[in-house]
């Protein structure tokens, strides 16, 4: 698998893995498998695992502990902390406090000493970013973390914490039909020397070409509740399909291939973490790495998916509101 670097020395795998779906998100969690497919990432030379503590309310954490347990050492581990579910609400908490609490929450479920790269998983509008970046640099120098990261952050954002501790890693969403952060986002990030880690590279697997309906999807997923699955917008959505699956038949890959091949031909401080809990997708999936499209095919994808032309929203409203702080 080829190596990339996140910030100035971070280094990782040029794919890594995206572990949410292995909680009940996109159906119901299925952890023997999961840990099958992550032992199966890391046989092939995966190394950057990606998870969360809001995803199944710690359950994902534990799963990923169990699965890295006697291989700690050949992954680099991420995980997030700021999104909190209280009294059975959900909201964003960047106090130093929750920081510190939510640091040793993860280490416990992970089972490990520290954590490779820690992001603030959304911006907390109601404490200065210098605040809650000055909690995780004290994690830094207290050996907890090794590296920070930003998650979902604005540019302003970005460069505010970027002054109080070196930010490594930039997560957010990027693929083909979401690529607003070409804009301000990307820029900023290579102005600073951090590294963007797209999630949903996939466009939460609609790129992929196996959700041709909201049919495809089972009871209790939650692409159910997102705006571009809905069904008046999933159908316009389709018609995007054809120029990808033009050049995915041309190189004899699948389209999702295709999707994460042009990410990574975005620049070498891109490392996309498409998510799967199947080995037969993470299979899939890596293969990307091993294709390179001419310059005549990524200027036919980016002309088929210009920014601005997916149909709906990316998020639910609540959720959208919590995106560019």
């Known amino acids: 698998m080829q190596q990339r670097i996140l910030g100035q020395r971070l280094k990782v795998s040029a794919i890594g893995l995206g572990c ?20 199966r990432a890391v046989e092939l030379g995966l190394t950057l695992l990606d998870t969360a503590d809001a995803y199944g309310l710690g359950q994902n954490e534990t799963v990923v502990g169990k699965a890295i347990k006697g291989i700690r050492s050949k992954v680099v581990l991420a995980t997030k902390f700021g999104q909190v579910t209280r009294e059975g609400k959900s909201g964003i908490d960047g106090t130093p406090e929750n920081v510190r609490q939510a640091c040793d929450g993860s280490l416990k479920r992970l089972g490990v000493d520290a954590i490779d790269l ?40 970005i460069r505010r914490a970027h002054k109080v501790h ?31 880690v797209p999630y949903s590279p996939l466009g939460r697997g609609f790129l992929s070409g196996v ?45 999702a291939q295709i999707a994460i091949a042009w990410l990574l031909a975005r620049g070498p ?53 919590r995106v560019g702080i």
């Not at 820690?118 to 004290?138: C, K, L």
């Not at 070196?166 to 020397?193: D, F, H, K, M």
């Open 211 to 255: 959700i041709p309906t909201r049919e495809s999807l089972v009871a209790g997923d939650r692409r159910l509740d997102h705006p571009r699955f809905a069904a008046e917008n999933i159908q316009r959505n389709a018609g995007l399909l054809p120029a990808l699956k033009k050049v995915a038949d041309a190189h004899e890959a699948t389209p």
């Open 166 to 196: 070196p930010i490594a890693a930039l997560q957010t969403e990027y693929s083909l039909w979401t690529r607003e952060v070409e804009a301000e986002i990307l820029p900023t990030c290579r102005e600073l020397g951090i590294g963007f």
């Open 20 to 39: 949410m779906s292995m909680s009940s998100v996109y159906g119901k969690a299925e952890d023997e498998q999961s840990i099958a497919t992550i032992h």
């Open 269 to 321: 401080d891109i490392v996309p973490i498409p998510g799967t809990k199947r080995i037969e997708r993470l299979e899939e999936n890596l293969g990307a790495a091993g294709i390179e499209l001419a310059a005549g095919e990524i200027k036919s994808l980016e002309a088929a998916f210009p920014v601005g032309v997916t149909a709906g929203d990316r998020y639910p409203a609540e959720h959208l509101a």
């Open 118 to 157: 820690y992001y603030q998983h959304r911006v907390d509008p109601n404490v200065p970013i210098e605040e809650t970046v000055g909690a995780m640099a004290d994690l830094v120098k207290a050996g907890k973390v090794r590296f920070l990261g930003l998650s979902e952050a604005s540019a302003k954002s």
